[in-house]
């Protein structure tokens, strides 16, 4: 039972172009959302965060939206630089310390020239 | 400066072997984790240790069993390793506090069974 879906396995957008990166949940007990960005052979690295609380968190070029009642986040890089290649990861959890994360299953993201 | 650092980055070994996989972190976070990445790149929490305390264990089988001899160590030790052991390991950690997750990962072992 995945609890957290990210759709679209592969995403190409052109520089300087916007990319949408989209993840749905279904557990309405998640209520602290992340998403990560994975180059091969690195580890998962934070790139921002966005609680329940609120339905926008902005950070540069990178903002996520929450929409609660859709049960569904998004990710939007402004502009698309080549270097934003990678798999992103949207993760959830439940409020309370030291709480696991659940993951989706990723979406490759190919910035073209 | 490493802040979550892992090793060894690749194992291979043979079944039936015991292998151990070491983690440290530096950012005095004090809550540790295990997660698997398999071969369709589907990353699962397997344990969690606050304050060497034990807080999650996943439905893992009792051949893994992580030790963390301090708030930086988390180790995992893997005895009778199968076939499908074979996965990427990732140790993360984070500084538990209310409203807050961001737990910050190593760069990976890649354990290969034969």
């Known amino acids: 039972d995945q609890q957290v879906k990210q759709n679209s396995p592969s995403l190409s957008v052109q520089e300087g172009r916007i990319s949408i990166l989209n993840c749905d949940y279904t557990n309405s007990m998640f209520d602290y959302f992340l998403w990560y960005k994975k180059y091969p052979a690195e580890g998962p690295t934070f790139l921002i965060s966005i609680s329940s609380i609120k339905d926008k968190n902005e950070d540069g070029r990178f903002t996520v939206f929450l929409n609660k009642s859709a049960k569904h986040l998004s990710l939007h890089i402004v502009p698309s630089q080549p270097g934003d290649s990678a798999v992103y990861f949207c993760a959830a959890s439940v409020s309370g310390t030291a709480s696991k994360l659940t993951f989706g299953t990723g979406t490759r993201l190919q910035v073209t020239l | ?114």
């Open chain 2, 1 to 114: 400066d490493t802040a979550v650092s892992q090793t060894p980055k690749y194992l291979v070994t043979q079944m039936g072997n015991d292998k151990s996989i070491k983690c440290e972190q530096n950012l005095g976070h004090d809550t540790m984790y295990w997660y698997k990445q398999d071969s369709k790149k589907f990353l699962k929490i397997m344990f969690s240790y606050n304050n060497k305390e034990l807080i999650i264990n996943e439905t893992v089988p009792n051949r893994f069993s992580p030790k963390s001899p301090d708030k930086a160590h988390l180790n995992l030790h893997i005895n009778s390793l199968e076939l499908g052991d074979s996965a990427v390991y990732f140790c993360a950690s984070s500084q538990a506090r209310r409203g807050h997750n961001e737990q910050f990962f190593g760069p990976g072992t890649r354990l290969t069974v034969l």
